[in-house]
């Protein structure tokens, strides 16, 4: 198992200066609601998935349906999708289809989520705040396309485009990581607490 290592490209759609940068405990504000603002990563790994684990925090006081992380191939837009389309409800994509979570309806407080899906069984794991929700099935057997497009705050309905303004997240997104594999409970917990777990993550391209 490794953290996939994430090259961030581009902010707001905007050019920068590349520097190599640990994301660990680093915040993106989205500041427009509607926003078009978004957060390009590239997989340095760029092989198919047969299990994966993605964590991030959130802070927002939307209502509305936004999406968190968007993981689109050229054959498949909805690849990998973490998705609040209101309020006490996560979803999570895969291959194009999906299961649902729900949870205590927001308190306008930060949210930490881990999704983790194993091609093998099908299982997902999701956590809210630490706490485990039971395990459901979603596309056993399936592989995860590669050469992804991968985007934070906005979902992708085209290879790298096709945005919604509708459903763009505006707030703040903090503690994103990706593994090619599921964690185990201790390292879920440990991600919940912010604690630094081994690393090949991440650079990042500032406007």
Same mark, same amino acid.
């Given at each position: 198992m490794g953290k996939l290592q994430l090259w961030l490209l581009v902010l707001a759609a905007l050019s920068g200066i590349t520097a190599q940068e640990d994301l660990y405990r680093k915040v993106f504000v989205f500041r427009k609601d509607p926003s078009d603002a978004y957060v390009l990563l590239k997989a340095q790994a760029e092989r198919p998935l047969q299990n994966f684990t993605v964590?991030?925090?959130?802070?927002t006081d939307l209502t509305? /349906? !936004?999406?968190l992380f968007s993981y689109a191939t050229k054959a498949q837009d909805n690849e990998i999708l973490l998705f609040k389309p209101k309020p006490g409800e996560y979803r999570l994509y895969v291959g194009g289809k999906f299961v649902t979570f729900r949870t205590p309806e927001g308190r306008w407080d930060w949210e930490h989520v881990c999704a983790s899906w194993e091609s093998a069984t099908g299982l997902t794991e999701f956590r809210f705040n630490g706490k485990p929700w039971p395990r459901k099935g979603l596309q056993k057997g399936y592989t995860v396309g590669a050469e992804a497009v991968i985007l934070l705050g906005q979902e992708q309905d085209g290879y790298g485009g096709g945005f919604d /303004? !509708?459903?763009?997240f505006t707030g703040e997104l903090a503690d994103v990581h990706m593994w090619d594999a599921g964690l185990s409970p201790d390292k879920m917990r440990a991600a919940y607490q912010s604690l630094r777990l081994a690393t090949r993550f991440a650079s990042a391209e500032h406007p």
């Open positions: 964590c991030l925090r959130s802070y509305r /349906p !936004y999406s /303004p !509708y459903n763009s």
